[in-house]
C-alpha cells in the first residue's frame, strides 16, 4: 500500500529496491563482491558494493548471474504494473504488461505491428532456400512487454460519435479492423553489462524498428550495472533504443561519486555526467512517465 505522505512513484521505486534486496538479486558476499560487479574489476566491485551498501543490502552468497538476471525481469515487470496503469488520466488504455520469458505463451508476432512475422516464419521453416536468405533476426523476444487492446466503437463514441462504418476502416485501434493487441514498449532488462548477451539490446531495436508494420514501439533498456563506461557501451552513439533506465540511478551517483573522488578517476563522474546531462541515463522513476509520452 503506498504510504499516503509518499508519491506512488516514489514508494513502488522503494518497493522494487526491497524486493531486489529480499531475493538476492542484489546482494554482497562475504567477500565484499556484490552480485552486479565484475569480480575482476577494481572500479566495478567498489562502485557496486558502495551502492549495494546504500540500499541497505544484507551480506549472504551471490546468487548465480543467470537466476539474477531472471528475477530482475520479474521485478521490473512487477514495478511497471504498479506504476504505468495507475497513469490513464495521462495515457488511457486497456494496458497489460508481462515478461515474456521463455514460458510465454507470447511472443513477437503476437502483437499486431508483428504477426506478419509469424506467416515469415511458417515460410522460411519449410524453406530452406528462403531461411538461408533470411535468417531468422527478424524474431524478437523482449524480455518484458507493455501492451494495450484494441477499443471497441462503443468504448470510442462513448463521449460522441467518432467513428462509423465508412471511415477508419484500416487503423488497427478498432477492433472491428484488429483484434490484436498493439505493442507499446520493449524493455530489455540487463542486470550486468559484461556478457555478450548484455549487448544484443542493440540488434533487438534496429529489428523491432524494421521489421513492424505502423508505429515504433517504445525501446528501453534496464539495468543494473554499476561502471558507467559499461553503460555508455549502448547508451551512447545509437539512436536505436529510446533511453537506458538505472534500477538505482540516484544511489549509483553518490557511489560513482564517492569513489571517483577518493581515487582520482574524475574519468568515471564525468562519464556518467555526461549519460545524465545528455539524457542517455535516467533513473527507474522516470520510466512509467516517459511511457506516456
Avoid at 518484458?144 to 477499443?151: A, E, N
Avoid at 557501451?233 to 573522488?261: K, N, R
Avoid at 568515471?268 to 555526467?273: A, G, R, T, V, W
Wanted: proline share 4%.
Amino acid at each position: 500500500m503506498t504510504n499516503k505522505n509518499n508519491a506512488l512513484i516514489t514508494e513502488q521505486r522503494k518497493w522494487l529496491h526491497t524486493e531486489i534486496i529480499r531475493t538476492g538479486t542484489l546482494a554482497i558476499n562475504s567477500e565484499g563482491v556484490a552480485t552486479n560487479a565484475d569480480r575482476g574489476n577494481k572500479p566495478s566491485v567498489a562502485i557496486a558494493s558502495k551502492l549495494a551498501l546504500r540500499l541497505m543490502s544484507e551480506t549472504h552468497e551471490r546468487q548465480a548471474g543467470q537466476t539474477s538476471g531472471s528475477m530482475f525481469e520479474v521485478l521490473l515487470a512487477g514495478f511497471l504494473r504498479r506504476t504505468f496503469p495507475k497513469l490513464q488520466h495521462i495515457r488511457p488504455g486497456s494496458w497489460e504488461i508481462i515478461q515474456l520469458g521463455n514460458r510465454s505463451s507470447y511472443k513477437t508476432s503476437s502483437f499486431a505491428q508483428y504477426e506478419h512475422l509469424e506467416y515469415l516464419k511458417e515460410l522460411t521453416d519449410t524453406n530452406t532456400r528462403l531461411k538461408t536468405i533470411l535468417g531468422n533476426d527478424y524474431m524478437i523476444a523482449p524480455d518484458v512487454v507493455v501492451y494495450r487492446w484494441p477499443l471497441d466503437d462503443e468504448d470510442i463514441n462513448s463521449s460522441e460519435l467518432i467513428v462509423d462504418d465508412y471511415t477508419a476502416s484500416i487503423t488497427e485501434l478498432r477492433t472491428n479492423n484488429n483484434t490484436k493487441p498493439i505493442l507499446h514498449a520493449s524493455v530489455s532488462a540487463k542486470w550486468t553489462m559484461r556478457s555478450d548477451r548484455a549487448q544484443n539490446s542493440r540488434t533487438e531495436a534496429p529489428n523491432l524498428i524494421r521489421n513492424r508494420k505502423g508505429r515504433v514501439p517504445n525501446i528501453v533498456v534496464v539495468t543494473g550495472e554499476p561502471l558507467p563506461s559499461r553503460i555508455a557501451s549502448l547508451a551512447l552513439g545509437t539512436g536505436d533504443i529510446d533511453c537506458m533506465y538505472h534500477f538505482a540511478l540516484y544511489e549509483l551517483i553518490e557511489a560513482v561519486d564517492e569513489y571517483g573522488y577518493a581515487n582520482e578517476r574524475e574519468d568515471i563522474i564525468e562519464q556518467l555526467d555526461t549519460l545524465v546531462a545528455g539524457k542517455r541515463l535516467k533513473d527507474i522513476s522516470d520510466l512509467p512517465l516517459d511511457l506516456c509520452i
